[in-house]
C-alpha cells in the first residue's frame, strides 16, 4: 500500500482559493482512480484515468473539479473556487490492467482538505 | 443500480472474542464483493474479495466472509479479535468487477477492547 503515494496529506484552503493533490501510483500500475470520502460517508467514485487519458469522469462533479494524469509525473486532481462542501478525504488507488479487471485497487493514504 | 450497506458504525468486541462485521448489498446483476481495510493512518487494502465459486472466502490476517445471496449478505467475521484488528473496514460491492464500478458502504470501525 504504501506504493501509492499522496501528497499533501493535509491541505487547508479558504474558500475560493484552488487546491491541487497528487497522486504517484504503485510502480507499474497504469491506472488511476480518485475517490472521495465525505464525513460518515463511504468512498465514492470520482475519476478513472490512463496515462494522457481520462476514462471515465461520471463521479466527478460538473464544475470546479479536473483531473489529469500526465504521460510523466503524477496524477493531479485540481479544485478550483474550493467551498466548504470540498471539505473531505480524497483517496487515489491505481491498478494493474488485470486488477482493473478484477477491482483490486492499491490505495494512497489519502488526502485530507480542510476548506476555512 | 447497486448499493451496499453496513450495519453498525462502530463495534467494539474484546480480545479474543468473536469479530463479526455485516454487510448487505443489493444489485441487479450478481455482483462481485470486496472488503476492504484501513488502517490508522494508512490507505486501504484489501482483505479479500468474492467473485464466483465457493461462497466462504478466506482473506488475510484470519478474516473469513461468507456470500449468502438468499441473504443479499457478506458479512466479515475471525474467529478470535487481536488488538491489530482495530481499524475501519469497508464492503465494497461491483457489479461487473471493474475497478471502476466499485461503490462502498460508510465503514465499520472496530475497536478491540483488552
Known amino acids: 500500500n504504501a506504493g501509492v503515494m499522496q501528497n499533501p496529506r493535509h491541505l487547508v484552503r479558504r474558500r475560493g482559493q484552488e487546491a491541487r493533490l497528487r497522486c504517484s501510483p504503485m510502480?507499474?500500475?497504469?491506472?488511476v482512480y480518485w475517490y472521495r470520502q465525505l464525513p460518515e460517508e463511504g468512498l465514492k467514485f470520482m475519476v478513472y484515468l490512463q496515462k494522457e487519458n481520462i476514462i471515465d469522469e461520471s463521479g466527478m462533479p460538473k464544475e470546479r473539479f479536473s483531473a489529469e494524469f500526465p504521460k510523466e509525473g503524477p496524477s493531479i486532481l485540481r479544485i478550483q473556487q474550493v467551498v466548504r462542501g470540498d471539505s473531505a478525504a480524497y483517496f487515489c488507488a491505481s491498478s494493474s490492467t488485470s486488477g482493473e479487471n478484477t477491482g483490486e485497487l492499491f490505495f494512497g493514504e489519502g488526502s485530507r482538505l480542510t476548506v476555512l | 443500480a447497486q448499493s451496499v450497506t453496513q450495519l453498525g458504525s462502530h463495534v467494539s468486541v474484546s480480545e479474543g472474542a468473536l469479530v463479526l462485521l455485516r454487510c448487505n448489498y443489493s444489485?441487479?446483476?450478481?455482483?462481485?464483493l470486496f472488503w476492504y481495510v484501513q488502517y490508522p493512518n494508512q490507505g486501504l487494502q484489501l482483505l479479500l474479495k468474492y467473485t464466483t465459486g465457493a461462497t466462504l472466502v478466506k482473506g488475510i490476517n484470519g478474516f473469513e466472509a461468507e456470500f449468502k445471496k438468499s441473504e443479499t449478505s457478506f458479512h466479515l467475521t475471525k474467529p478470535s479479535a487481536h488488538m491489530s484488528d482495530a481499524a475501519e473496514y469497508f464492503c465494497?460491492?461491483?457489479?461487473?468487477?471493474?475497478?471502476?464500478?466499485?461503490?462502498f458502504g460508510s465503514g465499520t470501525q472496530l475497536t478491540v477492547l483488552p
Open positions: 465494497a460491492v461491483s457489479r461487473s468487477g471493474s475497478a471502476r464500478q466499485l461503490t
Open positions: 510502480k507499474g500500475h497504469s491506472h
Open positions: 444489485s441487479s446483476v450478481p455482483p462481485y
